[in-house]
C-alpha cells in the first residue's frame, strides 16, 4: 500500500467516525421525576452492586436508558423537595444563590424574589444563535409561574393555575376533575403530549430541547387496575398469602372489607404499578425518539427532583431529609459521544445541567457570571477518566427550613460535612466510602472539618443565604398576622350573625363561614405552637 492510498484509508475511516449528525444542533430531552429515590428502580447506580436496585420495582425502559449510556453513582438533586429543586435546575444556581430554598419558603415571598431575572435553560437556547424549540410538559414551579414566561415555546398549561403537585392528582384541580384511570397520575398523557412534540421536530427538522416532568411517583399514588394486580400476585406468592392479596385501597367504599394485615401488600404493589405505569410512559417516548430516526443526535437526561418518600437503603433518610436518601437520585445521561453502559463516579450536581447544555450546544452566548454549575461535558465523553472544571466551592445543599429538620450539607470531593441549622452541631462523613453515613468523622478530622465549615460559610454570606433565625422570625410573622386577620374576620361574622333580620339561608351561610374561619384560626395557633418547638428542637431526623 504506497503512501497516498495510506493516506486516503485514514481519511475515510477518520470519515466514517464523525457522528453522522456532526453539522447538526443536538437535541435534548430532560426526563425529571418526582420523588424518585436513589434505589427504587430495576438499575442499580453502581453497576455490580445489585443491593442498590430495588427488588420488586421494574423499570425496563430506564435500564434500556443506562445500557446504552451513563449512570451516575454520585449525582445530587439541589433540595431534598421538589419546588426549591425545580427553581435550582432551571437557573443553573444552588437554591442558597437563587434564594429558592424551600416549600412555602416565607423569606423569599418576604423579599419577593423574581426567579424570572435569572436566566432559564430555554432562555439559554435561545440565546445559543439556533433555531431551537423549546418545551416544558408536566409539573412545574410554583414560584416560576407560566414557563411560557420563562423562554419556553410550548407547555401542556392550559389550566386555571400553572401546573402543580395537584394536577398530578385532578384533571382539573380547582373543579376537583378526576384524572381518568386509564393515565395515572397522567404519565400516558404526558407522553402523548410529548410525542406529538417529536413528531412536530421530525417534519421541521428544528433542533429542542424538551423537559418532561412527571407527577409520578409523588403521593397520592395511583396505577393502572392491570399492572397493580400484576404485583398484588408477586407479592401473595412471595408472602405465601394463599387466597391473595384484594385490590382494595383506603379510599374505595369497601375499605372496611381490606384486611389490615394485607394493607401494607396493597401499598407496596400499587407504588410498584405507579413505577412501571411511569417507566412505560417513558419507553413510549424514547421510542418514538428511535422511530423518528432523532435519537442518534439528542441526549437524553433522567434523574429526579428529590430523594424518595419510601425506603432509600442502605441511605439515611429520604425526602425532606438532608441525608444521602433525600439528596443523593439517580441520574442517567446518553446521546451522542457517551459510552454504552458505562458509569461515572464523580459527584455532580442538577445545576450543572444549565452550563453542560450551553457546552454541548456549542454556544457563543455568554452565560451570567454567577451560575454554580460546571460542564459534565468531560465525564460525558471521557466517564471518570474526564477533568472537570473546579467548583469555587463544593456542593452547599442549604435547607433552613421551618417545618422540618433545619440542616446545611456540603460536599466537597469525598467528604459530606452536615450542620444542624438550631444547634450548630457538626457531623462529618466520607460518603465515597460510608454512602450510609454511619461513621461520624467530625471529631476525629478537626482540621478537615473546620476548613469546610469555614469554605461552607464563606459562600453562604457570599450569595447572601437565608440565615435560620431570620426563617423562624418570618413565619412566626406571617403566622401572627392570619391570627389577627382571622381574629378580625370572626368577630365581623359573629356581629352579623347576632342582626335579628337574617333569614335561615344566609344564618346557616354565615355558621358555615364562622365554623371555617374557626377551624383555620386553631390550625394557625397549633402551627404558631410547633414553631416555637421547632425552634428548640435539636433532632436529626
Known amino acids: 500500500m504506497n503512501q497516498i492510498t495510506k493516506t486516503l484509508v485514514v481519511t475515510l475511516l477518520t470519515v466514517a467516525a464523525l457522528p453522522l449528525h456532526a453539522d447538526e444542533a443536538p437535541n435534548f430531552i430532560l426526563i425529571y421525576i418526582d420523588d424518585l429515590g436513589y434505589t427504587q428502580t430495576s438499575v442499580p447506580m453502581k453497576k455490580g452492586r445489585t443491593e442498590l436496585a430495588h ?30 429543586s425545580r427553581a435550582s435546575i432551571q437557573h443553573g444556581k444552588t437554591t442558597a444563590r437563587v434564594g429558592c430554598i424551600s416549600l412555602h419558603d416565607v423569606v423569599m415571598n418576604k423579599k419577593k424574589i423574581d426567579l424570572g431575572k435569572n436566566l432559564s435553560i430555554a432562555e439559554m ?42 394536577h398530578g392528582d385532578w384533571w382539573e384541580p380547582t373543579t376537583k376533575t378526576p384524572i381518568p384511570e386509564n393515565d395515572p397520575k397522567r404519565v400516558f ?64 367504599q369497601n375499605a372496611h372489607e381490606m384486611p389490615k ?58 425526602k425532606a431529609k438532608m441525608w444521602e436518601g433525600g439528596l443523593r437520585v439517580p441520574m442517567i445521561v446518553a446521546g451522542p459521544g457517551i459510552a454504552a453502559n458505562s458509569q461515572c463516579d464523580h459527584p455532580v450536581a442538577q445545576w450543572d445541567y444549565l452550563t453542560t447544555m450551553h457546552d454541548l450546544v456549542g454556544s457563543t452566548a455568554p452565560l451570567p457570571d454567577d451560575l454554580d454549575g460546571i460542564s459534565l461535558r468531560p465525564v460525558l465523553e471521557q466517564g471518570n477518566d474526564g477533568q472537570l472544571a473546579r467548583r ?21 470531593g469525598d467528604y459530606k460535612l452536615m450542620r444542624h441549622l ?31 465549615v469555614g469554605r461552607l460559610d464563606a459562600y453562604l454570606e457570599k450569595v447572601g443565604a437565608w440565615k435560620m433565625e431570620e426563617v423562624y422570625e418570618t413565619r412566626a410573622e406571617e403566622l401572627e398576622k392570619w391570627i389577627a386577620d382571622g381574629k378580625e374576620r370572626i368577630a365581623k361574622i359573629d356581629q352579623r350573625l347576632r342582626a335579628d333580620d337574617l333569614d335561615t339561608n344566609e344564618r346557616r351561610k354565615l355558621q358555615a363561614e364562622l365554623k371555617s374561619s374557626q377551624s383555620r384560626q ?20
Request: one cysteine or more.
Open 55 to 84: 427488588e420488586l420495582h421494574q423499570t425496563p425502559n430506564i435500564e434500556k436508558l443506562a445500557a446504552r449510556g451513563m449512570r451516575f453513582s454520585n449525582a445530587y438533586c439541589p433540595s431534598p423537595v421538589c419546588t426549591s
Open 125 to 166: 437556547f435561545k440565546q445559543a444563535n439556533k433555531d431551537y424549540v423549546t418545551a416544558f410538559f408536566g409539573k412545574g414551579c410554583t414560584p416560576m409561574g407560566w414557563f411560557k414566561d420563562h423562554g419556553y415555546d410550548e407547555t401542556d398549561f392550559i389550566h386555571k393555575h400553572p401546573n402543580g403537585n395537584a
Open 189 to 252: 398523557s404526558l407522553a402523548k403530549t410529548a410525542t406529538k412534540f417529536l413528531k412536530e421536530r421530525a417534519r421541521d427538522k428544528k433542533p429542542f430541547y424538551m423537559m418532561v416532568s412527571h407527577y409520578a411517583v409523588h403521593v397520592r399514588n395511583t396505577s393502572l387496575k392491570s399492572t397493580r394486580e400484576k404485583y398484588l400476585q408477586i407479592l401473595a406468592k412471595q408472602h405465601g398469602i394463599a387466597d391473595g392479596i384484594p385490590d382494595i385501597s383506603k379510599f374505595d
Open 261 to 318: 394485615k394485607l394493607q401494607s401488600f396493597w401499598e407496596q404493589a400499587n407504588y410498584a404499578a405507579m413505577m412501571e405505569n411511569m417507566d412505560s410512559s417513558i419507553g413510549i417516548v424514547l421510542d418514538e425518539l428511535k422511530s423518528l430516526g432523532l435519537e442518534e443526535n439528542t441526549y437524553v437526561i433522567l434523574s429526579s427532583d428529590n430523594g424518595g418518600g419510601q425506603s432509600n437503603s442502605p441511605l439515611q433518610g429520604g
Open 392 to 412: 469555587d466551592t463544593g456542593l452547599v445543599f442549604h435547607f433552613p427550613a421551618h417545618y422540618t429538620v433545619p440542616i446545611t450539607s456540603y460536599r466537597d
Open 422 to 452: 438550631n444547634t450548630g452541631e457538626i457531623k462529618l462523613f466520607n460518603v465515597a466510602r460510608d454512602m450510609g453515613e454511619s461513621n461520624d468523622l467530625s471529631k476525629t478530622m478537626p482540621e478537615k472539618t473546620s476548613d469546610m
Open 522 to 541: 386553631t390550625h394557625h395557633l397549633n402551627n404558631l405552637e410547633k414553631l416555637s418547638q421547632d425552634r428548640k428542637s435539636t433532632r436529626w431526623f
